[in-house]
């Protein structure tokens, strides 16, 4: 089987825009932004959903979420995971969604 498109963004063998990266996640912006911003936060172990997280890594997701909303001066943000068959790509990816209009809002 052929790697996710995450694990290729990862290794740097396709293109993404990327925000941030720390030991454990990439954040990169979304090619197909559902709010004014909208960045995937990424593990950068294959990990297939949430229900395979840490509880530390799963705190380190909000702390980057965080310092996402001081850095853009959000208004507000909504943090979006879909896991198991509701998931696009079998990759652990949060949405980050900040200043989320009633047009653009998931």
């Known amino acids: 089987m052929d790697e996710c498109v995450f694990c290729r963004i990862i290794k740097g063998e ?3 825009e990327v925000i941030r990266k720390t030991g454990n996640f990439i954040v990169i912006k979304d ?3 559902q ?3 909208h960045f995937l936060i ?3 172990t294959h990990i297939k959903d949430v229900s395979g997280i840490t509880d530390e890594l799963w705190k380190e997701v909000k702390d980057i ?3 996402l909303a001081r850095e853009k001066s959000a208004k ?3 943090l979006i995971h879909n896991a198991g068959d509701a ?3 079998p990759h652990m990816q949060v949405h980050f969604l900040a200043d989320v209009t ?3 809002a998931l």
């Open 76 to 78: 507000g943000f909504k």
């Open 35 to 37: 709010a004014a911003i």
């Open 87 to 89: 998931a696009s790509i």
């Open 31 to 33: 090619i197909n932004p």
């Open 102 to 104: 009633s047009e653009r």
């Open 42 to 44: 990424v593990p950068t």
């Open 14 to 16: 396709e293109k993404a």
């Open 65 to 67: 979420a965080i310092l």
